[in-house]
Structures are given as C-alpha cells and as structure tokens.
C-alpha cells in the first residue's frame, strides 16, 4: 500500500515542477492511489499545507542551510516543517516519516535540518513571513482593511476550510450560500448569473423556484455547471457559452441579475492554498475594470423594478467598494437595496464578510434595484 507521506511528497514535487494547481492536480494523483480515506486526509492536508504555509515552512529550514537544496529535499524540508509547526503529529514523528519518504541521497540533509527546525526557537522576521503570504498582499490588506482586520484575515485564511453542506448534497462555503440568499429569488423570477461557474449560487437560485439562466465563457466551465445542475436535480436552470461583457439575452429579461465577478480573490485564499503566490499586484487593478464592464453589461438586462447583485470573494478596496460607488454614480436609475446584517459588516452601501467574522471565504456584496 502506498505510504501517505510518500504520495505527499511526489505531488508536492510534481506542482511545483508543472506549475499545477494544486486543488487540480492532486485528485488525479489521489485517484491512482490505493490509499485509504483516512490517508488521502492525510495528503490532502499536508500537501495544501504545504503550499499554504509555503514561504514560512522555507525560513524555517533556510536558518540551517548554505545553500538552495534540489525540489526534492526542498519539498521534503516543507512537508516535515509543515508537520512540526502546523500539525498535531510529535516532532520525532513527523522527522521519521518524511526521512522515511525522502529519496535516499537527501536523507541525511533533510534529517539533520528537521532536527534542528523541531527544536529551535523562532524569530520571525516580518508577518509576510510569520503568516506565509507575498509582501504586497499584507500590505494591501492592511492598507484596505486596518492592521488588526488584515492580520486577523491572513490567519484566519491559514485555517483549512470547513465543509458546508446544503439540504441538497450540494459542497458550498457558507458565504457563498449567504450570497445566493441576498438575490431574493422568489417563484417563477427569471435570474441571470452572469459569471455562474461552477454553478453553486445558479443552483442555489433555482432551488428557490426561479428560472436561471447562467452565462460562462468557457465551453468546460458550461459542462461543469450543467453536471452540477445534473446533479442536485435542477430542471430550471440553462447554462448558456458566452462572454459575460456581451450577454446573448434580450434588455430586460430579467428580474434578478447577479455578477458575481471574476476577482483577485484575496477571500478565499483558506480554500486555494496555491493562489497566493499565483495572483499579481497588477490584477487588482486589472479585474476591478472587468467588473465594471460586467455591471455595465448586467444593467441592461434588469427590468425596471428588478434587482442587481454584485459580489466578489476578495477583499481589496479597488474591487469592491470603490467599484461600487464608481458603477452607482454613473447610473441615478439606480438604488441601493439594504444589506445583510451580521456577520456582515457594512461597507459603503453594500457589506462585507471577513473571514475571521464567521470562519468563510470572505465577500464583499452590494445590490440595487432599478428605479426605470
């Protein structure tokens, strides 16, 4: 039977050299293992640990190295840190079982490092560090949120994700399901989600008697949602090929429009351990003009008296509020509906969920109704 820690090992090496993401790649190495459920846990939590925790994991074992080891013993140094700093697993433990899986020329090398990562004090030289995120995404949050906010969300999106169920079998991040519940999808209502892959809030919105039509670009992500569709029985909801910004659909079709916009995700960063280090300073600024091109595009499609919902899963100033106050002065037609309560928090005329408020991605949502 294949050894967990070994199998960990091996994707770990395999992502990096590849640049997969992780969440992509590791069911497909999962699925040729005979491993049992208890240790594909295993290596699901190692390896997205791994990832997460990526930056912090290498200062710890850099204090004991002169020099970068290969992607091998590299990886081998982040799975044993990993299991010292992060996990329950005892030090001599989690030292054994990664020598044990290292290949044989780096043994001794990682050996000797974990020893010494298992029992030195630590001194952290910044919080990018401590918490293992790029240098910018700290100081923008801080920047965005206030320091005591910012930190609180960084190590709060350090936690692995919990799993939500709907009475549906359907997996969603209850945040996302507060989202859909902020539509106000009532019987017979026709809804267009703009950007509707995977298709968890379009589900949600047809659960409630409406019928939704969810608009995507890519032909996969189509078939993504019509499976997810498939699968907890919706027979009201057709997914429709299409770029968001020039929707096929006729000017006011629609009683609720939601875009729920492509962003730099700085929300969800507990459920992608790989993001982090994948998203640039520059997308910020990048998809806060995408989104006004989709809100432009979605306003058309609302009937007069109709509703608008805009939300994204990141947490950036530029993609939220300001591009919300900056869509809402350019149309007086427009008016803000009232926002949720706690957890959220207000922001502007809309809210926003940090993640620490109730341990979920966190969001940012604003809505309107259109006066004519």
């Known amino acids: 039977m294949a050894d967990a820690r070994k199998v960990a090992l091996d994707a770990l090496v395999d992502i990096e050299r590849d640049g997969s993401y992780a969440n992509l790649r590791l069911g ?25 925790q990526r930056r912090a994991l290498d200062f710890l074992a850099d204090r004991f190295l002169s020099s970068d080891p290969p992607p091998a013993a590299r990886n081998a140094l982040r799975l044993g840190a990993y299991q010292i700093r992060c996990t329950d697993i005892p030090d001599h433990a989690a030292v054994a079982t990664t020598v044990e899986a290292t290949p044989k020329r780096f ?22 560090t401590r918490l293992s995120y790029p240098d910018w995404v700290v100081e923008r949050l801080v920047a965005d949120l206030g320091a005591d906010d910012a930190i609180a969300a960084l190590e709060s999106m350090n936690r692995p994700p ?30 267009v989600d703009l950007c509707a892959a995977p298709g968890g809030k379009a589900t949600a919105l047809e659960s409630e008697g409406a019928r939704v039509i969810a608009v995507e670009l890519r032909a996969s992500r189509v078939g993504l949602i019509r499976r997810n569709a498939a699968t907890v029985g ?3 909801l057709f997914a429709v090929r299409a ?26 960063l507990r459920r992608r351990p790989d993001a982090r280090w994948r998203v640039r300073p520059a997308d910020v600024e990048r998809l806060a003009g995408l989104q006004i091109e989709l809100l ?20 950036t100033v530029a993609e939220t509020l300001e591009v919300a106050e900056r869509f809402a002065a350019a149309h007086p037609e427009l008016v803000a509906d009232p926002p949720p309560g706690d957890p959220w928090e207000p922001l502007g005329s809309g809210s ?7 341990e979920t991605d966190g969001m940012a949502l604003f809505a309107w109704h259109r006066l004519v």
């Open 352 to 358: 926003r969920l940090l993640p620490q408020a109730a």
């Open 243 to 268: 770029d968001g910004r020039r929707p096929p659909l006729r000017p006011g079709c629609a009683d609720r429009v939601l875009v729920d916009a492509p962003c730099s995700g700085l929300g969800v």
């Open 162 to 191: 919990t799993t939500s169920v709907r009475p549906d079998g359907y997996v969603q991040d209850e945040a996302s399901q507060m989202v859909a519940e902020a539509v106000g999808a009532r019987p017979g209502e026709v809804i």
């Open 296 to 315: 432009e595009a979605a306003l058309p499609l609302v009937r007069p008296g109709g509703h608008l919902v805009y939300s994204v899963c990141t947490l």
């Open 28 to 52: 497909a190495i999962l699925g040729r293992t005979d491993l049992d459920e208890r240790d594909r846990r295993l290596v699901t939590e190692l390896v997205y640990g791994a990832i997460r």
């Open 107 to 128: 043994r001794g090398l990682v050996n000797a490092v974990l020893r010494k990562v298992a029992t030195s004090t630590v001194v952290w030289p910044d919080d990018g």
């Open 234 to 236: 919706c027979e009201d």
